[in-house]
């Protein structure tokens, strides 16, 4: 197996060298470069030209954000954020690095001692080899139709992702009208911690109000609701949304599966369904359910995705309704929005 080589970007010396210490304790991977803030991560990267770049936020001269615009311009390179910081106005700024072309982000592994700190570790060194695999693809082709069917009229919408998600869905949401009639709930896998911050960053450019949901609340039209941090989200007779701690899903709480299987049982053919890209196979079973019940699904197309796990499964399972490429989903679900009123 070809060793992954990476490039760690951190300010702080005492961080950087962890970071290599981390990685470098995984077989197969190997840390072939480093830089202190972004002008140097630049040059770096041109010279270097690793298989993947570990990119902090705030640097000294230049941060994350310019740095990994500029080398998405020159030589395109998986890049993944790594913060320390869960603070929501942190957060935002590691987003605005996603929009500017990073693929994914993850937490700073905590230092030895810390009960998370394996379980950080092993993510981050996960992430790294997941991209390491990714083509960058600079367009997103037109979605290919599989077949065409709605006579329910559907009450809400349903999307899951992971790792590559948040761009795709910020896409997905600054491109819907603010009268959008329908509820729309999210589940976002994502560190503990960046949820809220996520929800602040889709707000910004979305015209939909975007928010952790709460429990109990009654789902309104025209909102846009997160699964929070620890909790399984589900939706109940009535549009009620439910938070529990029913146990973790495919390793996972909140999960795909546990929000898709509750739209299933209480809205069945009413519902409109999206896996985009992610690693594993969270929700791909219950999209098949909820497809054979009635309602639309449909996923990313491969071209777009930066991890096809989760939607290709759906679709090696028959779950998909469509295939649809991200600038063309906000104009897919307005047109199933406008089938709502019943005859």
């Given at each position: 197996?070809?060793?992954?080589?990476?490039?760690?970007?951190?300010?702080?010396?005492?961080?950087?060298?962890?970071?290599?210490?981390v990685l470098e304790s995984s077989p197969g991977i190997s840390v072939?470069?480093?830089?202190?803030?972004?002008?140097?991560?630049?040059?770096?990267?041109?010279?270097?030209?690793?298989?993947?770049?570990?990119?902090?936020?705030?640097?000294?001269?230049?941060?994350?954000?310019?740095?990994?615009?500029?080398?998405?311009?020159i030589y395109p390179i998986p890049i993944i954020i790594v913060s320390g910081s869960a603070d929501p106005e942190d957060v935002k700024t590691t987003f605005n690095a996603m929009e500017s072309g990073a693929l994914a982000f993850v937490p700073r592994p905590p230092g030895l001692g810390h009960p998370d700190q394996e379980a950080?570790?092993?993510?981050?060194?996960?992430?790294?080899?997941?991209?390491?695999?990714?083509?960058?693809?600079?367009?997103?082709?037109?979605?290919?139709?599989?077949?065409?069917?709605?006579?329910?009229a559907v009450e809400l919408v349903a999307i899951g992702a992971s790792t590559g998600g948040p761009p795709v869905l910020q896409g997905i949401l600054s491109a819907m009208p603010n009268n959008f009639p329908l509820p729309i709930l999210i589940v976002q896998h994502m560190a503990a911690g960046f949820l809220q911050g996520f929800a602040q960053?889709?707000?910004?450019?979305?015209?939909?109000?975007?928010?952790?949901?709460?429990?109990?609340?009654?789902?309104?039209?025209?909102?846009?609701?997160?699964?929070?941090?620890?909790?399984?989200?589900?939706?109940?007779?009535?549009?009620?949304?439910?938070?529990?701690?029913?146990?973790?899903?495919?390793?996972?709480r909140p999960s795909v599966s546990f929000l898709f299987r509750s739209v299933s049982d209480h809205f069945g053919p009413a519902s409109v369904a999206g896996l985009l890209t992610g690693m594993g196979r969270d929700g791909a079973r219950e999209m098949k359910l909820l497809k054979e019940k009635g309602a639309v699904t449909f996923v990313q197309d491969r071209e777009s995705a930066v991890v096809y796990g989760m939607a290709g499964e759906a679709l090696r399972l028959d779950g998909a309704t469509y295939v649809l490429a991200p600038e063309h989903i906000a104009p897919f679900l307005a047109a199933m929005a406008n089938k709502r009123a019943r005859p």
């Open positions: 197996m070809k060793e992954i080589r990476v490039m760690v970007v951190e300010d702080s010396r005492v961080a950087r060298e962890w970071l290599v210490h072939v470069g480093m830089a202190s803030d972004g002008e140097e991560a630049i040059k770096n990267a041109m010279r270097i030209r690793p298989d993947v770049i570990t990119m902090d936020v705030h640097m000294p001269k230049m941060g994350g954000l310019d740095a990994t615009r500029r080398i998405m311009e950080c570790a092993m993510e981050l060194v996960q992430v790294v080899k997941a991209m390491a695999e990714v083509k960058l693809v600079r367009r997103w082709p037109k979605g290919k139709f599989l077949s065409s069917r709605t006579e329910t960053w889709l707000s910004q450019t979305s015209a939909l109000p975007v928010a952790l949901a709460r429990h109990g609340e009654v789902m309104a039209p025209s909102r846009v609701y997160i699964a929070p941090d620890g909790y399984q989200m589900k939706v109940e007779k009535g549009g009620r949304i439910s938070l529990t701690l029913d146990d973790p899903e495919n390793g996972l």
